[in-house]
């Protein structure tokens, strides 16, 4: 069952600054000695979070990644994406491994991290979303099963202004549907980086797309299939919570859900097939 109500870790992490200039100094010491405590120099795992202009976001991401349960060895990897705000400024007082890309876009970000990790296995995080402490645990126990080369997993929306929990829920109710009838034939689609899984061998081979463009995800996802399946990660336990930001872009929650059922009643028919071989690399959204 999806959560009706926002869970309590999620009101613990989800930190209230709107600026960077308001983070007092404390908050960046305590959060370094868990860091330093959490960690691992050689980590099997490498969770890796592009950032572009998430002064506040990132902090928010990362204290909520300190709080893992997980007893596996990891590190965490930001590449700060050329921002143009405080984003490397808060990175250079948080205690997490860091690089820089000026190729704008989620792929080259990617693509720089995952050849600088040092895990065998790669977590995908992204810096406006905040991670309960079972993340990684269910995330792995997919990941780590015969044969599997991806997983993915589902995520929920806090509430804001404008968007009610109830209304976020029944989003969320009717995404995880459609995610279902995908997963048959183009799993790949449902493979976001908000909460995404994958070999680091596999990821290498297949490469991210290397210029600023949307579903550098699912092309990497769809180009390891040839390496492995792609399994979903089904647990709520894994489930990141973010803003409903995305939403923005289509004016009203309403509008929002329309345009999201009108798209996917237009292309349902074709989610019953597989997609053909083609150049994800130069091929349209």
């Known amino acids: 069952m999806i959560n009706y109500t926002v869970p309590s870790w999620v009101k613990q992490v989800n930190l209230p600054f709107k ?38 976001n990132i902090l928010r991401c990362i204290t909520s990644l300190s709080k893992t349960k997980c007893k596996l060895p990891f590190e965490i990897l930001v590449v ?11 990175l250079n007082r948080i205690h997490v491994r860091q690089l820089f890309q000026p190729i704008q876009g989620c792929g080259p970000a990617r693509q720089l991290a995952q050849e600088n990790a040092k895990g065998k296995y790669i977590l995908l995080a992204d810096s406006d979303c905040l991670y ?31 968007y009610d929990r109830w209304q976020l829920y029944t989003l969320e109710k009717m995404k995880d549907a ?17 909460s995404m899984g994958y070999v680091k061998a596999y990821g290498l081979k297949a490469g991210y797309i290397m210029h600023n463009t949307r579903g550098d995800d699912g092309r990497l996802a769809f180009d390891m299939m040839k390496y492995g399946s792609i399994k979903q990660v089904k647990s709520n336990k894994a489930r990141p919570w973010t803003s409903p930001r995305t939403l923005d872009r289509d004016g009203s929650f309403y509008k929002a859900i329309t345009n999201r059922i009108t798209r996917e009643a237009g292309r ?17 959204n």
């Open 80 to 90: 700060n994406n050329n921002s143009a705000d405080h984003t490397q400024d808060a």
């Open 19 to 56: 600026s960077y200039e308001e983070i007092p100094a404390l908050i960046f010491e305590e959060l370094n000695i868990v860091l330093d405590k959490i960690q691992n120099a050689a980590p099997l795992i490498t969770i890796i979070i592009a950032a572009y202009n998430e002064e506040v």
């Open 268 to 284: 349902f028919f074709t989610l019953l097939k597989g997609e053909k071989p083609h150049d994800t690399k130069k091929s349209n």
């Open 132 to 162: 309960p402490p079972e993340w990684m645990d269910e995330m792995m126990k997919v990941l780590q099963q015969t044969g599997v080369a991806c997983v993915y997993g589902r995520y929920s929306f806090i509430p804001e202004p404008g």
């Open 178 to 194: 459609i995610a279902a009838v995908r997963h048959f034939k183009r799993p790949y689609l449902n493979a976001f980086g908000i």
